[in-house]
């Protein structure tokens, strides 16, 4: 499990960008004379929009969209993609057992390809392209997610050093049975993930803003000749096919027609080196502070309220530059809200805890001690926040399309009768033709719904015109691959629970939990598309509560099966969610959605395979749990899994839970009314809120020190945020990468200062 990730909605207009509102066709066909030209789109060549005869565009006429230069799927950018997505892998695994935190980080994925194809542009024989960059992110996302999609930060820990012997445990697996495990699950969310993107990226154009950013940044990377910070972005052209690709209409114009071109380029040049040093920089001061905490661990534990404070109540600061990179990543309503939470459980609820004899053990005791007793309400508060959520987005499309979808069913009764109801629909990964309907904007295809595909006139040169919403259909994955993809995929992953649990989980549990990890899955990708937030919290624990009610409770097994169902779940719903926003970047810069999926296959392989290697190399040289290692989300999966299970809490734990659930179930319905409203920030989220009461307080308050420099530096300064999440990215990096030296350390037996 891991805390809201992600970038805000607001991103693109704090990285210095003005939004550019669509114009009215009203006003396209009679434009004003006093219109400026320096608003008018520019080509890609700077000589105005183009129409489809390959002209200058006249008033009205709709700007043509090309499909965009350069390879799509290439080994070397495989190659790429793999190497950066080996040093997030690392990063992931090493925070997601301290804290269940992990980032795909698809920008510092693509800011380094960039990085390293461009330091060796003289060697290449072809040039380094956007949509080629496209498939270096997908690669290293495919690869990033697969320590918590794979149950490594969470579930395994649980199963290998929680689960009770009446419990059927522990269960610790070999090597060859972890990749098992891991390749079972790695597949079918990225398959699962290609017939939603029709739905949810083609029809209802739903925003993904970390997508969305990427996309940006990448533009800007490989942008030809205007500076980031006097841009502007048109939004009516922001959710087509290669809508922001430099073929087409720029998503950054100068809004001074007397810029020299050579100066904007200089500009770019000079930002992205910068971007590329300032990374570098953070890089190294965030490893050398890492080798700093090995000879000198006090580093890690700074008692910064004092003795008592620090080693009673365990009030303490970490000031470690990856966990103030991941808070200015989170921002500031995240954090502070988090900050919330480690103030009520931590501040409040331990001492009552303590001192009312409640949790009579050490504070920091998950048995016995308080550290255990607040998990129950930050669990309570997670499962409040999900099932409200969760259902609002489950409930939502029945409201306001459930008529519309009975019109259309009575209409193809009056037309066929019982055989007209169940007539077949065109199905498949298709491009979309142009009588087809959009529920969100009009079609750009053309009116007869043939090939959009032609050539365009000399001036132009032999780029092909394709004026269509989605890819064309030979860079799209076919039906047949999706369909024979998603059924192998399914038996591959039953089969593998199968080989690596043997008989302790029943046949018809797994089955379940693969056909609800699915629809879980839906909902879970229309949250982060509308919200930025994948909710695979709260994903996992619905899933948890389903197979309570499932699997008898006179099951010895039936937390192990508990367990289990939930990590398919999260594993589903993590992969076609956060993969969602790879998919959504490369159709708004016109990468082929097939590179994009064989390059996320490759990704998940490696990452599953080094994923297991990775879990089981720092399992076997550090103490888990223990002081670097507490796998809090292993406890939260555990205890989740005990109480929907039957097994008892703690003393006045039930009192305070269904309090906590009330009260951040009314929360959870005011955030989702006020979503896009000032006051939205200050109403606390729940999942943050659980994150920082089940995280000791010294990761919180070094999380919160980012988010207040994300605050100074975007909402105090109002400057560009982009050299921030360089610098973010650079210190977590750093650290994770870092840390495997540590590791050596460590096994080599080197002792501390």
């Not at 992205?272 to 001061?285: D, E, M, S, V």
Request: glycine share 12%.
């Amino acid at each position: 499990m891991a805390p809201d990730r992600g970038a805000r909605d607001t991103g693109i207009r704090d990285r210095g960008l003005r939004v550019i509102e669509p114009v009215p066709e009203s006003e396209l066909s009679s434009p004003s004379p006093s219109s400026s030209s320096s608003t008018r789109p520019r080509s890609a060549t700077g000589t105005g929009t183009v129409s489809s005869s390959g002209t200058g565009a006249g008033a009205g006429d709709p700007p043509v969209k090309f499909l965009p230069e350069g390879r799509h799927f290439t080994f070397r950018g495989v190659a790429a993609g793999l190497l950066v997505g080996l040093v997030i892998v690392f990063s992931n695994m090493y925070f997601g057992l301290q804290t269940g935190w992990v980032s795909m980080m698809t920008m510092p994925a693509s800011l380094l390809g960039f990085g390293i194809f461009r330091t060796l542009a003289r060697r290449l024989s072809f040039p380094f392209t956007p949509v080629e960059n496209v498939l270096v992110q997908s690669v290293a996302g495919g690869m990033a997610i697969m320590p918590l999609g794979c149950g490594f930060v969470g579930v395994l820990p649980a199963m290998e050093y929680l689960l009770k012997p009446a419990e059927q445990g522990p269960i610790y697996l070999s090597m060859g049975k972890l990749i098992i495990w891991s390749l079972g699950l790695c597949y079918f969310g990225v398959v699962f993930a290609v017939p939603l993107r029709r739905q949810v990226i083609i029809r209802e154009q739903l925003k993904f803003p970390s997508g969305f950013s990427t996309a940006v940044l990448i533009g800007v990377l490989h942008g030809k000749g205007s500076a980031q910070n006097s841009g502007a972005l048109d939004s009516s052209t922001a959710a087509t096919f290669g809508s922001l690709a430099l073929e087409n209409q720029p998503m950054f114009e100068s809004h001074d027609v007397n810029d020299e071109e050579g100066c904007a380029a200089d500009t770019q040049k000079q930002s992205w080196a910068a971007n590329i040093r300032l990374l570098l920089i953070t890089f190294g001061i965030s490893g050398v502070y890492t080798l700093c905490t090995y000879f000198f661990p006090i580093l890690r534990n700074l008692p910064i309220f004092g003795t008592v404070a620090a080693e009673t109540w365990l009030w303490t600061l970490n000031p470690s530059l990856a966990y103030v990179g991941q808070g200015i990543i989170m921002g500031p309503a995240t954090t502070t809200h988090m900050l919330l939470g480690a103030v009520i459980g931590w501040g409040i609820l331990s001492p009552v805890a303590k001192f009312r004899g409640w949790a009579p053990g050490p504070i920091n005791d998950w048995e016995t001690g308080s550290k255990g007793w607040i998990v129950w309400t930050s669990l309570a508060i997670m499962l409040a926040d999900a099932v409200i959520s969760l259902g609002h987005i489950a409930v939502r499309p029945v409201i306001y399309h459930g008529p519309a979808l009975l019109i259309s069913l009575k209409q193809r009764y009056d037309r066929g009768g019982l055989r007209g109801l169940f007539q077949r629909q065109p199905l498949g990964y298709t491009s979309v033709a142009g009588d087809e309907t959009n529920t969100s904007r009009p079609s750009t295809s053309s009116a007869d719904g043939v090939s959009g595909l032609s050539s365009v006139g000399d001036d132009q040169g032999d780029r092909k015109v394709w004026n269509h919403d989605d890819a064309p259909p030979e860079q799209l994955v076919g039906t047949k691959t999706v369909s024979i993809g998603l059924i192998i995929s399914i038996l591959f992953c039953i089969a593998s629970i199968h080989i690596t649990f043997g008989e302790l989980v029943p046949l018809y549990g797994t089955i379940i939990a693969v056909f609800m990890a699915m629809l879980l899955s839906i909902m879970g990708v229309r949250a982060l598309g509308e919200t930025d937030l994948n909710p695979v919290s709260g994903i996992s624990k619905i899933a948890q509560l389903f197979f309570a009610l499932i699997i008898p409770q006179t099951n010895k097994a039936s937390v192990l099966i508990n367990l289990i169902a939930g990590a398919v779940s999260e594993a589903g719903a993590l992969q076609a969610g956060d993969l969602m926003q790879d998919l959504k970047t490369g159709h708004l810069l016109g990468a082929a959605p097939k590179a994009q999926f064989w390059g996320q296959i490759i990704g998940a392989t490696v990452g599953a395979v080094v994923s297991a290697w990775i879990y089981r190399l720092y399992t076997a040289v550090y103490e888990v749990p223990g002081d670097l290692f507490q796998v809090p989300t292993a406890f939260v999966w555990i205890f989740t899994a005990r109480l929907v299970t039957g097994k008892g809490l703690p003393y006045m734990a039930r009192e305070f839970a269904m309090g906590a659930a009330v009260i951040f179930a009314v929360f959870t319905v005011l955030r989702m009314k006020a979503i896009g409203k000032k006051w939205h920030a200050y109403i606390p989220g729940g999942i943050a809120v659980a994150v920082g009461m089940y995280n000791v307080p010294s990761f919180t308050l070094a999380r919160t020190i980012g988010g207040l420099m994300n605050w100074y530096w975007r909402i105090h300064l109002g400057k560009d945020d982009t050299p921030l999440i360089v610098l973010a990215s650079g210190f977590i990096l750093g650290e994770g990468f870092l840390s495997i030296v540590n590791l050596i350390l460590q096994s080599s037996r080197v002792p501390h200062l």
